[in-house]
């Protein structure tokens, strides 16, 4: 990676100073763009920023391991840390200001208020991670009033959490645009993920049955496969292939409602969740009729 | 009342569009304040907005009478609604705007996302009116949103809500101050409703039981009394003297958490819910140790 960027971005911990920062930055008019992140940073956060740079005057970045996002037996403690190797990640990108809150201070004695996630948390990933969506959604709520941007960057690759994000911000009337991009992938397809990491040589040869499932799905569409059902069966026909058992879901469903449907007449998104060894991992890609 | 503003306020039901008079005030450096009502005023409201214009450069007002915050059974359908009325108080207060939004406006189809209170809303009201407290939580976000002011104003006749919305404010890092006024209350006492339109004579009388316990307590408390449950008690044999026999609750407990305390060491709330023939009314008072 080029450097871009020469010098390294202001490092705040403090929601006030980081608050002020942002409103600062609007006050004299620039655009804000935010990026949320959990650290462990891949190609995939760094094209969040560049997008934001696209767009905006100014790009501030988070990096904060969520608790409450996580379940019980879920990797929260094992989640990869690296706080010096991810900012020089941001400084190399071009992030203005990183926010590196502790938990304690997004979550002081006395926390107990939450959001109630929409409907269209019910399925899928709300469906295997109960908790996982009323995390997202408080913590992202949380920081979105901490850091007041314009607008924020979130990655397709966890694409049931924009729609979820989306209509959160929608519902509550945030005042503050949800830009979803595009799914960064390894030459070879595997979709870019902090847990790749985990993944041993054997099981990443094995994973890349889920991009092959879906590129293969996206082939059928466009050849004329508009039944869902057979869209699914495609897919699981790849994972099986490989001897990916352990599968959350295959679904092909509305991309909007996530609801599902036989054919695809409107826009559907073609969703995957599964575990190679004890590693969880998710892809999706959507389907556009013409 | 006395005229002491001769502009009447201006009118919005569009969230955009207050949104904006909103950010303009805010660009010119004003300090703008909040004050979120059902409609339906009385001077306990008006005292709001009093509390507004002596702190603050502009006031904002809503009238929203929010279906989410009204259990089954509960009088959303006849809770009285006169917005002509409310806007003439309201230009007689000096309130700047007032906005006025439409249901679907607010709720629109697919609206799915409410706020899960903290722990501090579950008991008292949050026992008694179980989705209450999420449908207040839930409005008074959406409202903040719409109009992110300095400051918003709550009246402590309201006074676990008031604890409920500082602990969310705090929780999600609300950017907006919420501060509590004084209970209003007519010349005999009985804390000022919109629901007291509902009593007869004769219940209006009964109603008198609950301010008039409140002051025993205060005058027992003052005396020297610290015992939780004798002040209660003494608050109970008010209510028994008028027959009033439909009681939620009646507590004495910490200011703060809510919670039962055996004496009185910290500030603590006398709490009161009872309902007189149909109508429920709520009254509370606080006991600050010297």
Known sequence: ????????????????????AVQAARRQGQRVGLVL????????HLSLVAASRRSCDVTFATIFVNPTQFGPGEDFEKYPRNLSEDLTAFAEAGVDFVFTPSRDELYPEGFSTFVDPPTVALPFEGQHRPQHFSGVATIVLKLFNILP???????????????????????????IEIEMCPIIREEDGLAMSSRNRYLSPLERTQALALSRGLREAENSFRSGETNTLKLVERIRTCLADVQIEQIDYVAVVDAQTLENVPVVERPAV????????????????ILRPH
């Open 149 to 175: 941007a314009h607008v924020s960057f979130f990655g397709q690759k966890d694409y049931q959490q924009c729609i979820v994000l989306r209509r959160m911000a929608k519902d509550f009337n945030l005042p």
């Open 37 to 44: 992140t959990m650290g462990a940073l891949h190609k995939g």
């Open 270 to 285: 073609a969703l995957i969740a599964a575990r190679i060894g004890t590693t969880r991992l998710i892809d999706n890609t």
């Open 1 to 20: 990676m080029t450097k871009q960027h020469l010098t390294s971005p202001v490092v705040l911990s403090s929601p006030t100073e980081v608050y002020n």
